[in-house]
C-alpha cells in the first residue's frame, strides 16, 4: 500500500510539475492562432522528453553522478563552458519568465501589479529554495499544480466539436491568415517548450538529491512514462480551450489574462479558483526548479559542494550562485519588459539550446565507465539519434524562423 | 632494466582520467574539480639519460582552469594544490584523506560561508 | 573525447545571411497595417469577452479588469506602430488614416469601459461601442 502510494505521488508530481509558463502561453498562442494543427508537436516533445529524461535519470541512478559534472569529464572544460554560458543564460530568462508568471497570476487576482508582485515572488523563491526540502518542495508543487486539470475539464464542459478539432490536429494545415513560416516558428517554439532543457539538469540533480540507486529506476521510469504524457495532455487541454473560445474570434493571446478566459467561460469563478492555485503552483514550481538549476550547473563545472541536502553553510557557493541569479532575473523583470515576451524568447533560446544538453546524456548514457552494464540498449540509441537529428534542425531553424516571421508577429 | 621508480600498477591517461575530475574528501563532499596537473620538473636543454620521468606532484584548480581553456600560466605561487600524497581513490571521481575544510582549495568555499552564508539567518540549519 | 568548435569560421557567412533575413524581413506598409487592426480586434474581442462574462457573474473583477489593461496596452503599442508609418501612396495614406480611427475608437471604448467598471457601475453602451470599433478595425484592414 505505502509502495502504491509512493508511485502514485511520483507520477502525479510529474504531470503537476509537468506544465510552466512556456508550456502554458506557448499552448495557449498556438490554440487561439492555429487552432490544434500544431498538436502533433507536443506529442513530438512529450516522447522526446521521456526519452532524455529518463536516460538522464538512469545516467544519475547508475552513476551516482549528476549531469553537468559528466559533460566536463566526458566533453572537456572549453565545450563544458560553452555549455554552462548557454545554459546558464537560458536558465537566467526562464527564471524571469517564471517569477514573471507568478506576478501576472497575482494581478489577475487582485488587479493590483504585477511589478509590485515580482520582490515578492523573487524573494519567496529564494526563500523556500533556502529552507524547504527537496522531496517537499517538488510534491507540494506538483501535487498543487495538479489543479491545472481544470484546463481539462474546462475543455469537456465547453461542449466541442470534437470532430472538428481531430480534424485540426490530424490533418494539420496552416490557416487562412497565418504564414507558414509563423507556423514553422511556433513550432519550433512549442518543441522547445515541450523539452525544457533544464528539465535535464534538475532531473538528474534531483536524483542525487533524493538518492536515487538502481533500485529506484522502475519507479523513476513510471513517472517519467506516466506523469509526462499526461503532462502532455494537459497541455493540449490549454491548446484545446484557446482553440475552441479564442480562435473563432479572431483573440489572438498576447497575455495571461487572455488564456484564463476560456476556462472562466466553461466553469465561472470556481474554475477560475482552482485555475490560479494550479497555475501559481506550476509557476512556482518551475521557478524553485530553474533556480536550483543555475545552482546545480554552476557548481557542477566547477566542482563546488551542491545540494539541498546540505546545510546551506556545506554549500555556500551553490546558494550564492542562486541568490545572484534571483536578483539577476528580478532585475531583468525590474526593466519593466513583458513577462510574456520574456516567456516566448526563452522557449525559442531553449530550443537552440537544445543540442547542448541531449548530445552529451547521448554519449554519456552510452559510456559503460558511469553506465555499467546499464548503457543505452539498441532500441532507445536509435530513437535517440532519430530526436539528435529532429532536435539539431529544431536548434539551426530556431533564429532564421524568428527572424523571418518576426517573432511570429 | 626498468628504472627503480617504475612499479606494478594501473595505467592511466592523465588527460582522460585525472583532468576535469571531481575531487571528493573524506566524507565524500566535493571540494573541486581538477582544473590542472603539477608535474615535477625535469631539466631543459640537456640529455635525459638517468633522468627519472616526471611525477605528477599535485591537482591544481582555480585561476589555473582560465589559463588551461585560453592560454597563459599564472605564477606558480599562485596555484592552489591538493598534494598527490593525499588521494586515496580513483573511480570515476577522486578521492582525498583530508576533510574539506582542512584543504587550502577550499578557501573560497570558507570566505564565501564565513562572509555570506553564515550571516543570512538559517545558513547553518539543516533544511526543514 | 573532445568537441572542437568550429563556430568562429562560420561567422562571416552567417552575418550575410543574416542581413538579408533581416532586410527581407521590413514590413511593408499594408502588411503593417494588418497586423495592427488584427491586434486592435484581439484586443476588442478580449474585452467583449470579457464583459460578458463578467456581466454573466462568471468573471470576477480584478480578472476583467485586468484583461482591459491589457488590451489598453495592446492597442497602444498597435496605435504606435500606425502612427510612425509614413504612407508611399494616398491610398496607403487612407488606409493607415482609417486603421488609426478605428484603434482609437476602440482605445476609447475600451477605457471607458474600464473606467465605468472601476466604478462598479452599469456598461451602458460600452459593449456596444466596442463592437463597432470591432467592426471599423475589421473594414478598415481592408
Known sequence: MKKLFAVALGVLTAIGGFVDIGDLVTNAVVGSRFGMSLAWVVVVGVVGICLFANMSGRVAAVSGRATFEIIRERLGPRAGLANLGASFFINLMTMAAEIGGIALVLQLVTGIGPMLWMPLAAFAVWIVVWRAKFSQLENAAGLLGLSLIVFAVAVVMLGPDWGELAHQAFVPTVPASEQPSTYWFYAVALFGAAMTPYEVFFFSSGAIEEGWTRKDLGQERVNVFVGFPLGGLLSLAIAASAAIVLLPQAIAVTSLSQVVLPVVQAGGTIAFCFLIVGMLAAFFGAALETTLSSGYTIAQYFGWSWGKFRRPAKAARFHLVMIVGLVIALGILLTGVDPIAVTEYSVVFSAVALPLTYIPILIISNDPDYMGTEVNGRAVNALGLVYLVVIVVAAVAAIPLMIISGAGA | ?128 | ?142
Not at chain 2, 31 to 60: R, Y
Not at chain 3, 39 to 45: E, L, Y
Open chain 3, 1 to 142: 573525447m573532445r568537441v572542437q568548435s568550429v563556430c568562429v569560421r562560420k561567422i562571416p557567412g552567417f552575418a550575410i545571411v543574416l542581413t538579408a533575413a533581416l532586410l527581407s524581413g521590413c514590413a511593408a506598409t499594408s502588411d503593417t497595417l494588418r497586423d495592427a487592426s488584427e491586434a486592435g480586434v484581439s484586443a476588442v474581442g478580449s474585452s467583449s469577452l470579457a464583459l460578458e462574462l463578467h456581466a454573466d457573474g462568471q468573471a470576477l473583477t480584478p480578472l476583467t479588469d485586468t484583461v482591459l489593461a491589457d488590451a489598453i496596452t495592446e492597442l497602444t503599442d498597435a496605435s504606435l506602430t500606425v502612427v510612425e508609418l509614413t504612407p508611399a501612396t494616398a491610398s496607403e495614406e487612407q488606409q493607415r488614416d482609417d486603421v488609426e480611427q478605428a484603434l482609437r475608437e476602440a482605445l476609447d471604448a475600451v477605457t471607458g469601459a474600464r473606467a465605468a467598471l472601476a466604478q462598479g457601475g452599469a456598461m451602458s453602451d460600452w459593449p456596444a461601442e466596442l463592437d463597432a470599433a470591432r467592426a471599423d478595425l475589421e473594414e478598415a484592414a481592408g
Open chain 2, 1 to 128: 632494466m626498468k628504472s627503480p621508480t617504475v612499479r606494478a600498477g594501473r595505467i592511466l591517461d592523465a588527460h582522460l582520467h585525472l583532468l576535469d575530475r571531481q575531487v571528493l574528501d573524506v566524507d565524500d563532499v566535493p571540494v573541486t574539480t581538477v582544473d590542472d596537473l603539477e608535474l615535477s620538473d625535469i631539466p631543459v636543454d640537456t640529455d635525459l639519460d638517468g633522468v627519472e620521468a616526471p611525477v605528477i606532484v599535485s591537482l591544481l584548480s582555480g585561476a589555473v582552469l582560465g589559463t588551461r581553456i585560453f592560454g597563459g600560466r599564472p605564477p606558480s605561487t599562485r596555484w592552489h594544490r591538493v598534494p598527490w600524497s593525499s588521494l586515496v581513490e580513483l573511480g570515476t571521481a577522486l578521492k582525498v584523506d583530508a576533510a574539506a575544510d582542512d584543504l587550502e582549495v577550499s578557501w573560497p568555499e570558507r570566505w564565501v560561508r564565513d562572509h555570506i552564508i553564515a550571516r543570512i539567518p538559517g545558513g547553518r540549519h539543516d533544511p526543514e
